[in-house]
C-alpha cells in the first residue's frame, strides 16, 4: 500500500482482532495481571459522541501498553442496560424495553468497535440479561441473610443470629440495627409469632422492608435516587418530586459506614472524590439527647456534637417529615404547620442542604424541656433540619450555629449568650438579644473537657449518651418501575421470604403497559398471573439501576458461568481493578455503593479484596464549541457576527456540522429547517461568520459531533490521538474539529518515514546515527513516564516532535522506525499494525514487546552554543563538552557567519559561559 489508506487500513486491522481474538484475556498464573475498565456506559438511542470515548482512549493505551509490558490484561466492556429512559420510551410506544436497549447497544458496540478498542467483546456483560441479573438477585438474597456484627466487624449469616436469640435473646447482640429495636429476651423471642420474628430479624437484615422517606415522582411513577433530582424536579423530564413515607427495601449500608471511610486510605484516588464521599459519609462523633415534649408523654431525641452548648439551647427544630410532627402540633398552630410540611417536602435534601439564604419554619405549639437545664424550649419546624441526618431533629444554639441564629432573628427568638465555660463565647455571633446566661457544671472547661463533662452528666440522669453518627443513611432499593432486576422475594400473609435461588433468575413478566396500574401499584402489577407457586404475591418493584453496576466487574473474569457468580480460582487470580476510569458525577452513588457490596462479598469469602477499583482517574468532560446565527427581529434575515451589533438580533444556535472554521455553509443552513429555505444573508467579506461559544455537549445546542463521521473523514487513530491531546485526561477541555488536521499531518509524515517519495516502502537495515538513537531513545523514555503517570496529552506532543526530527535527519532506519512503531501503537494502533506488517512481521503489534530506553543514547557530549556579536545573537555552533577554550576561541573567529558582523575589526574579547552562550565584544 503506497498510500495511506486510513478506511481501508483500519477496517482491515478491526477484522483481524476479531477474527483472531487477539485481545481475548485468559487466567495465567505465569504472568502478571492487569485489569483495566472502565465505567461501563448507558446505551442511549443517540449514540456516542465525541465526548463519550475520552476514557475508553485512555484506557485502551494503558492497555495495550501494559500488554507489550509482560501483563496478563483483562480489558472488558459491556452495558449498564437497565433504566428509565427505556422505559419512558416504552410508556410513550408501547415497544418493550428490551427492543430499544438491544438497537442501543448494536449501536454502541458498532461505534466502539470502529475506534478500534482492544476490548475482550466475547466478555460482554449486559445487566438487563436474565443470566446476569440473576446473580445480581442472588448477591441480594446473601445479603437478606446476613446482618452486621460490630464484634468481628463484618456480615454473618442470620441464622447464627436466631441461634443466638433463642439461647439469650438480644441482650449480648452488638449488631447494626434499627435504632428503635427493643430489647428481648430468649423467652421473649419464643413466645413471638413467626410475623413477629420475621419483623424483629427485619431490623438486623442488611437488606430490609421498612417505612423511608423518599423522593416520590408521581409523573414517573416512581421513586427517585437523590442524585436524580434537581431543584425539587426529576433530572430526566423536570417533573415536580416530592417527599414522601412509603414502603420500601432498603439497604444497610450504614452498617459499613465506618469501613467505608477508613477504606478511602489504602486506595488511589483523587482527593477530592475522596473527600466528597468522606463528606457522604459524614462521621461526627458527640451526644444523643432526649428532651420530653411538655404536658406530653413524646420524647424528641437530637443529636449534638456539642452538648457542652447545652444552657444556650433555646429552641428545638424538628424536620418537616419527623414523625413527632403530627403528634405534638397544637390545634391551633395545625392548619400553619400542615401548609409548611406540604411545600417542604417537595424541596430535595440537597436542596435543603446547599439552600443557606432562604429562612423558613413555623412553630408546632409544643415546648420541649431541656433535660439539663430544665427550662422550656418552644419547638418549631424548618426544612433546614434534615430527616435523614441524626435524630431529624436539632437543640437550636443561635448563639453558636449560623443557621439557628439566622433562624431565630428571623422569628425573633431568644439569642441567650453564654459568657463562661464550653468556649460559647468565643465563637458566639456578636449579638445582643437575649438574656447571658451561666454555663452550670460545664463553667471554666475547655471544650474538650465540657463535652466530656456534658455527656457524663446526660448519662448519670439518663437522659443521653455518647454517640458516633454518620450522615451517611440506609439506601432505598426499590423502584416502582418494570425496567429493573425483579427482587426474588414474595409474600406470605405480609410476611417477605426469598425464592429458593434453584429458581433464579426470576425474570421479568409480560405487561400489558409500562405504567403503574390504576390502584397504583408499580408496573409488575399489571402481570398476570405472575405469582409464586401461583397463590404468593411477589415483590411489585424493581431493583435500581446501580444493583447491577455494584459488581459487573468479577463478572467479567467469568461470564458464560452458570454456577457461579465467577469461578473462585478465576476470581483470586484478577482480584481486583486495577485501573478504573468514570466520571466525578458517580462519587457518592455507584462508587459508594460498589464499595459497600464489594466489602460484604468479601465479608462472606467471595471475593479477596475489601476494595474494588485500586485506581482511580476521572475524565473530563470534552465540551461542545457551540455555533451561532444573528437572526434580525421580525424578519427571516441573518447577519454575521462582526455586524451583528449594528442591528437588533436574536442569537440562535446553529449545527455545527455546517459550519466550517466558523464559516455557515449558507446551502446546508437553507436545507437543514423548512424555515430557513427562503432565508437571508447580510455577509462580511462575502461570508456568513456565526459566533462562537464553549458549553456543554448536547443535542439542544447543536454542538454534538458525532464521532462516525470524524473516523469516516480522518480515521480512527486521528481521532485518538486528538482526543489526547486536547489536553490532561482529568481536566475539561472544549471540542475543535478544525484541530484535527495537525493530527492527521502528523500520521502521515509518520506514514512518510517508511516510504519513499515514489510510494514504495523502503526501511534500511543500516546502522542508526547517534542523532537518531538520541531522538528515539528520550522519546522511549517519556512516552514511557507518561503513560506511567496517565499524562497521555504530553506523549502525543512527544511523538511529534520526534517524528519531525526523524525526517530532518532523513530517517528510514528499521533499528529507529520499529522501536518507535511499537510505543506508538496504543496511541494509533490501525496504523501501527499496517506498518509492523510491511516492516515483515507475522503477527500483531499487540505481542510486540515495549522497548527499552538506554541511558548511553541520552548522555549529551557536545552542546550548541548561541555565539552574541555584541549583544545580539547571530549563529549557533556546536562544540565537545570537553572541546578546550583555545580551540573554541579560534573556531569562533574562523566561522564566516560569526565574522561578517565584526566589520573587519578583531574581537576585544570573547567571554565563554560553559554549556551557555559565547559573548564577543568587537
Known amino acids: 500500500m503506497s498510500i495511506y489508506d486510513f478506511n481501508q487500513i483500519e477496517k482491515k486491522w478491526q477484522q483481524y482482532w476479531e477474527q483472531h481474538q487477539t485481545f481475548k484475556a485468559k487466567a495465567n498464573d505465569t504472568k502478571p495481571k492487569y485489569y483495566a475498565l472502565d465505567m461501563f456506559p448507558y446505551p442511549s438511542g443517540a449514540g456516542l459522541h465525541v465526548g463519550h470515548p475520552l476514557g475508553y482512549i485512555a484506557s485502551d493505551i494503558v492497555s495495550r501498553y501494559k500488554r507489550s509490558k509482560g501483563f496478563n490484561v483483562l480489558h472488558p466492556m459491556g452495558f449498564d442496560a437497565f433504566g428509565l429512559p427505556a422505559e419512558q420510551y416504552a410508556i410513550q410506544t408501547g415497544q418493550h424495553p428490551a427492543i430499544t436497549t438491544e438497537q442501543n447497544i448494536q449501536r454502541y458496540i458498532e461505534q466502539l468497535k470502529n475506534l478500534g478498542f482492544s476490548f475482550d467483546w466475547e466478555r460482554e456483560v449486559r445487566t438487563s440479561d436474565p443470566g446476569y441479573y440473576k446473580w445480581t438477585q442472588w448477591i441480594f438474597m446473601q445479603l437478606f441473610n446476613s446482618y452486621y456484627n460490630y464484634n468481628t466487624d463484618k456480615a454473618e449469616p442470620v441464622e447464627a443470629l436466631v441461634k443466638e436469640f433463642e439461647q439469650n435473646g438480644n441482650t449480648n447482640v452488638n449488631a447494626a440495627c434499627d435504632e428503635d429495636t427493643p430489647a428481648f429476651s430468649a423467652q421473649e423471642w419464643k413466645q413471638m409469632n413467626e410475623k413477629e420474628q420475621t419483623e424483629m430479624l427485619l431490623r438486623y437484615r442488611l437488606t430490609y422492608v421498612a417505612e423511608a422517606v423518599v423522593n416520590w415522582c408521581p409523573a414517573l411513577g416512581t421513586v427517585l435516587a437523590n442524585d436524580e433530582v434537581k431543584d425539587g424536579l426529576s433530572e430526566r423530564g423536570g417533573y415536580p418530586v416530592e417527599r414522601k413515607r412509603m414502603r420500601q427495601w432498603m439497604m444497610r449500608i450504614t452498617a459499613y459506614a465506618e469501613r467505608l471511610l477508613q477504606g478511602l486510605e489504602d486506595i488511589d484516588w483523587l482527593e477530592p472524590i475522596k473527600e466528597m464521599q468522606r463528606n457522604w459519609i459524614g462521621k461526627s462523633i458527640g451526644a444523643e439527647l432526649v428532651f420530653a415534649v411538655a404536658d406530653s408523654d413524646k420524647k424528641i431525641e437530637v443529636f449534638t456534637t456539642r452538648i457542652d452548648t447545652i444552657f444556650?439551647?433555646?429552641?428545638?427544630?424538628?424536620?418537616?417529615?419527623?414523625e413527632l410532627v403530627e403528634q405534638i402540633t397544637t390545634a391551633d398552630q395545625r392548619a400553619a404547620v400542615e401548609e409548611y410540611v406540604g411545600v417542604a417536602k417537595n424541596r430535595s435534601e440537597r436542596e435543603r442542604m446547599t439552600d443557606v439564604k432562604t429562612v423558613s419554619g413555623v412553630f408546632t405549639g409544643a415546648y420541649a424541656i431541656n433535660p439539663i437545664s430544665g427550662e422550656r424550649a418552644p419547638v418549631w419546624i424548618a426544612d433546614y433540619v434534615l430527616a435523614g441526618y441524626g435524630t431529624g431533629a436539632v437543640m437550636a444554639v443561635p448563639a453558636h450555629d449560623t443557621r439557628d441564629y439566622a433562624f431565630a432573628r428571623h422569628f425573633n427568638l431568644p439569642i441567650p449568650q453564654v459568657v463562661e465555660g464550653g468556649n460559647v463565647a468565643e465563637e458566639a455571633h456578636a449579638a445582643k438579644e437575649g438574656k447571658i446566661i451561666n454555663s452550670g457544671f460545664l463553667n471554666g472547661l475547655e471544650v474538650k473537657e465540657a463535652i466530656k463533662a456534658g455527656i457524663a452528666k446526660a448519662e448519670e440522669l439518663g437522659v443521653g449518651k455518647g454517640k458516633v453518627n454518620y450522615r451517611m443513611r440506609d439506601a432505598v432499593f426499590s423502584r416502582q418501575r418494570y425496567w429493573g432486576e425483579p427482587v426474588p422475594v414474595y409474600f406470605k400473609d405480609g410476611i417477605p421470604h426469598l425464592i429458593e435461588e434453584s429458581e433464579l433468575p426470576l425474570e421479568l413478566p409480560k405487561i400489558?403497559?409500562?405504567?403503574?396500574?390504576?390502584?397504583?401499584?408499580?408496573?409488575?402489577?399489571?402481570?398476570?398471573?405472575?405469582?409464586?407457586?401461583?397463590?404468593?404475591?411477589?415483590?411489585?418493584?424493581?431493583?435500581?439501576?446501580?444493583a447491577g453496576s455494584s459488581w459487573y466487574w468479577y463478572r467479567y473474569m467469568d461470564p458464560k458461568n452458570d454456577e457461579a457468580f465467577a469461578d473462585q480460582d478465576i476470581v483470586n487470580y484478577w482480584r481486583n481493578v486495577d485501573l478504573y476510569i468514570g466520571g466525578s458525577e458517580h462519587a457518592t452513588g455507584h462508587l459508594l455503593y460498589s464499595r459497600f457490596w464489594n466489602k460484604f462479598m468479601y465479608d462472606l469469602g467471595l471475593v479477596p479484596e475489601q476494595e474494588p477499583f485500586k485506581k482511580l482517574i476521572n475524565q473530563g468532560m470534552i465540551q461542545g464549541r457551540s455555533n451561532f446565527v444573528y437572526r434580525v427581529k421580525d424578519s427571516n434575515t441573518y447577519v454575521s457576527s462582526g455586524l451583528k451589533d449594528k442591528y437588533e438580533t436574536t442569537a440562535l444556535h446553529v449545527d455545527v456540522n455546517i459550519v466550517e472554521n466558523d464559516i455557515l455553509d449558507i446551502e446546508a443552513f437553507k436545507s437543514w429547517r423548512p424555515e430557513n429555505a427562503d432565508a437571508e444573508f447580510i455577509l462580511e467579506d462575502g461570508k456568513y461568520i456565526c459566533g462562537v461559544e464553549i458549553e456543554k455537549m448536547s443535542k439542544s445546542k447543536y454542538n454534538v459531533v458525532n464521532p462516525d463521521d470524524l473516523v469516516e473523514r480522518m480515521g480512527a487513530d486521528t481521532l485518538r490521538m486528538y482526543e489526547m491531546f486536547l489536553g490532561p485526561l482529568e481536566q475539561f477541555k472544549p471540542w475543535n474539529t478544525n484541530g484535527m488536521d495537525g493530527v492527521n499531518k502528523f500520521l502521515k509524515k509518520f506514514w512518510r518515514l517508511f516510504h519513499d517519495e515514489n510510494g514504495n516502502f523502503a526501511v534500511s537495515d543500516e546502522a542508526p546515527t547517534a542523532a537518531e538513537l538520541k531522538s528515539l531513545h528520550k522519546t522511549i523514555k517519556k512516552v514511557e513516564e507518561d503513560i506511567e503517570r496517565f499524562s497521555f496529552n504530553t506523549s502525543v506532543s512527544t511523538f511529534m516532535i520526534c517524528v519531525n526530527e526523524l525526517t530532518q535527519l532523513k530517517t528510514n532506519k528499521r533499528a529507529v522506525l520499529e522501536p518507535l512503531t511499537i510505543i506508538l501503537a496504543p496511541y494509533a494502533p490501525h496504523i501501527t499494525e499496517e506498518i509492523w506488517q510491511q516492516l515483515g512481521h507475522q503477527e500483531s503489534i499487540s505481542n510486540a514487546t515495549f522497548p527499552e530506553w538506554k541511558e548511553e543514547y541520552l548522555t549529551e557530549d557536545t552542546f550548541e552554543y548561541p555565539v552574541s556579536v555584541n549583544g545580539k545573537m547571530r549563529a549557533k555552533i556546536t562544540f565537545a563538552l570537553d572541546a578546550p577554550r583555545d580551540?573554541?576561541?579560534?573556531?569562533?573567529?574562523?566561522?564566516?557567519?560569526?565574522?561578517?558582523?565584526?566589520?573587519?575589526?578583531?574581537?576585544?574579547?570573547?567571554?565563554?559561559?560553559?554549556?551557555?552562550?559565547?559573548?564577543v565584544v568587537v
Open 312 to 322: 444556650g439551647a433555646s429552641f428545638v427544630v424538628l424536620a418537616p417529615e419527623h
Open 512 to 546: 400489558d403497559a409500562y405504567l403503574p396500574t390504576e390502584t397504583g401499584e408499580p408496573p409488575l402489577g399489571r402481570a398476570v398471573d405472575w405469582k409464586y407457586k401461583g397463590q404468593y404475591e411477589y415483590e411489585l418493584s424493581t431493583m435500581p439501576g446501580w
Open 887 to 919: 580551540a573554541m576561541e579560534k573556531a569562533v573567529v574562523q566561522d564566516e557567519q560569526v565574522t561578517k558582523f565584526f566589520e573587519g575589526k578583531p574581537p576585544k574579547k570573547i567571554i565563554i559561559v560553559p554549556n551557555k552562550i559565547i559573548n
